[in-house]
């Protein structure tokens, strides 16, 4: 596969005069970790009354006519695929700095959309343990885009306390090492963990890490037991079988808590695929990085761009601009730092 990234600077670097001369822009402020805290906070609606304050938005220059869109998106402790749970547009209001609170009362909601059965499922957990991605877009009054942020905010439950991450957070691992570390569990007196491959055929995470077989990592082999005092392990000086470039693995971590079957307590499923050098080595850390930038952004076809990315059945061999030529590693190594420096240029990537 060929991506074609067409350079949008020649569009978007025609200027627009604006009535003032301060730069706009806009960041939101909000605490990395929220314990306890309803996901239906985040999901802005007219006359909602109570909402909890969240984050707060500081928008400069003040009292210019300004519009925001926003964007938020929700994946599973261990998962990189986002899932877009609300989408909205306000009226023109005068920009300040306002709380999540504000949205839907003194600044009103124009357009929106949610996914119902997203915030059905999740509400119906209680207290959802997740990664939320917040995204918006500051507009003039009549729509064009001036600037924009993005916040992610880790969502914990105080009862869910054993959460499993990687420490090199990005969908492709290192074939000579996968660092994994989980937080401890008051009590435990001993974790032990769970690997295996996902195939297609496997219909959820779940599915993948419980299916019959011998698995990567046998949690009940008692070799592989892990410490109390053990926070943190490197995967491949636990496998059983050996993983290949390209596998798609999944991992959870279990404690063993006296009085109680050690599956009992169990962390989230984390994913990742194993990178393939060999067909990465003539484009460096391109790949990755279109990955994570693809994986910060809703895109329409993200996901599914992601998807094909994770199971090998797309791989990225060079990048072409829209003359057909083929372009050196620093030239779209600048365009990715441009995007990733200004996301709302970026509005699809797709498959042809």
Known sequence: MKVKLIPFLTVFFLLTIFSYTQTPSIRIRVQPVMV???????????????????????????????????????????????????????????????????????????????????????MARGVAAGTVIIQLTLLDRIGNSLANTSAE????????????????????????????????????????????????????????????????????????????????????NLLQYDWSPGDNIVAVVYAEVEGKSYKETKSNIINFTIENPALQQNIGTLPSTLT???????????????????SGDIVITGFTNEGGRTMSQEEVNQILQMLTANPALLVNIYRR
Do not use: C
């Not at 805290?37 to 909890?52: E, F, K, T, W």
């Not at 006519?65 to 599973?76: A, C, E, M, T």
């Not at 779940?206 to 082999?221: F, V």
């Open 36 to 122: 306890d805290v309803n996901l239906g906070g985040l999901v802005p609606a007219n006359n909602l009354l109570g909402a909890p304050h969240l984050f707060t938005v500081e928008i400069f220059p003040e009292n210019i006519d300004v519009k925001i869109r926003g964007n938020v998106s929700w994946s599973d402790f261990g998962q990189n695929n986002f899932r877009q749970v609300a989408e909205f547009t306000t009226h023109v209001f005068q920009s300040r700095t306002f709380s999540n609170s504000n949205l839907g009362s003194d600044i009103r909601i124009e357009s929106s959309r949610t996914e119902s059965a997203i915030i059905d499922e999740l």
């Open 153 to 236: 905010v880790l969502f914990t439950s105080g009862s869910q306390t054993l959460f499993l991450s990687l420490q090199t957070p990005s969908i492709f691992q290192n074939i000579g090492n996968v660092l994994v570390s989980w937080t401890p569990v008051s009590g435990a007196t001993g974790y032990r963990i769970r690997a295996n491959k996902k195939l297609p055929t496997d219909a959820t995470l779940e599915a993948a890490l419980e299916k019959s077989g011998q698995p990567l990592i046998d949690d009940a082999d008692p070799t592989r037991r892990l410490l109390a005092t053990e926070t943190s392990v490197d995967l491949r």
């Open 292 to 310: 994570n930038l693809i994986g910060l952004m809703n895109l329409p076809d993200g996901t599914g761009i992601l998807n094909l990315l994770a």
